[in-house]
């Protein structure tokens, strides 16, 4: 999982204090997930399937246009969605579920709601 922000953001402090400070969140991610941080305005060097890229570059390779924005990856490093904005502890939780159990894989995002309402 890739947090792609800028250190202006508000909204990126924001994710950061409230989604990734709450303790199902990080019990969660430290389980499932390799979370990295990327400034989108850095000209930091960053390697990503055998290319050298700056982290601003990084973040236009992957289509980012606004921050904060999280881009989940597969384990063979290939992006599989990217999240635009600011999203909540209680909204992020089911989506790191989602695809950190591979449920990405056999069902729809509504299919994986439904069925979590349902074991509620």
């Not at 409230?18 to 305005?41: H, M, Q, R, S």
């Not at 055998?50 to 290939?78: C, H, M, N, R």
Request: net charge negative.
């Amino acid at each position: 999982m890739l947090d792609v922000y800028t250190d202006w953001c508000g909204w990126c402090k924001r994710l950061d204090k409230d989604t990734y400070g709450n303790e199902k969140v990080i019990e969660y991610l430290n389980k499932e997930y390799i979370a990295i941080k990327l400034n989108a305005e850095s000209n930091a060097k960053i390697n990503y399937k055998d290319k050298s890229y700056t982290e601003t570059s990084l973040a236009q390779y992957f289509g980012v246009t606004g921050y904060p924005a999280i881009i989940f990856f597969d384990s063979d490093a290939e992006a599989i969605n990217l999240l635009p904005g600011y999203v909540n502890a209680e909204r992020f939780l089911p989506i790191i579920k989602y695809i950190g159990e591979d449920h990405f894989k056999s069902m729809s995002w509504e299919e994986y709601q439904e069925k979590d309402k349902k074991s509620k």
